[in-house]
């Protein structure tokens, strides 16, 4: 049975946990994870910092669990990962622009050292999609090496040309891209 006090109840734990999530991408816009403190995050977050502690174990909890919603978000726009192993000048374009929709919040949370974690994490997340649909290519070293460099180099090709015409560089970026995957 459903009770009224349970429902508000998920509706505070929700709204605290946006607080905080809204006060930390306030704070990482402007600074360094490693230069934020749980004090001030609680303060802009209008909480204490027992009721931080409720929902997180420290700042590095908080900005992988972020991290990991963002990343997930992105996933859920490529309705085919095996497009990028069957179709990849689709795949790529797909995925790529659902990291241009999230641009804003993506150069926030990996902003300086933490720049190299966006694509690691994708990596592995996409590359578990693949092997869901390809479980072939799971112990295939070949297979696995392609994907790290269609991954890899697409994120970084399209980092060093961003400033450009967006969907002409992911236009290009997909179809060497398909020229690629030949080799697999």
């Known amino acids: 049975m459903f ?3 349970q429902f508000a109840m998920d509706l505070r734990v929700q709204r605290t946990r946006t607080n905080i999530i809204n006060a930390f991408l306030e704070l990482r816009s402007k600074k360094a994870l490693e230069k934020i403190t ?8 209008n909480i204490n910092k027992a009721t931080f502690y409720t929902h997180y174990s420290d700042i590095y909890d908080l900005s992988e ?3 990991l919603e963002i990343i997930s978000s992105i996933l859920c726009d490529v309705n085919h990962p095996e497009y990028l192993i069957e179709n990849p000048k689709e795949g790529i374009k797909v995925l ?3 990291m241009i929709a999230r641009n804003p919040i993506l150069s926030v949370l990996y902003a300086g050292n933490r720049h ?9 997340l996409l590359k578990e999609m693949i092997y869901e649909n390809f479980p072939e290519y799971k112990d295939n070293l070949r297979a696995d090496i392609f994907l790290t460099i269609l991954i890899q180099g697409t994120f970084h090709a399209y ?5 450009k015409d967006p969907q002409e560089v992911l236009e290009i970026i997909s179809s060497i891209n398909e020229n690629l995957i030949h080799s697999i």
Do not use: F, P, T, Y
């Open 38 to 45: 749980i004090k001030e995050l609680a303060q802009l977050a």
């Open 65 to 67: 669990q972020v991290e």
């Open 3 to 5: 009770h009224l006090n």
């Open 116 to 124: 190299s974690r966006l694509i690691d994490q994708l990596e592995v």
């Open 96 to 98: 790529g622009n659902a």
């Open 159 to 163: 980092e060093q040309h961003k400033e």
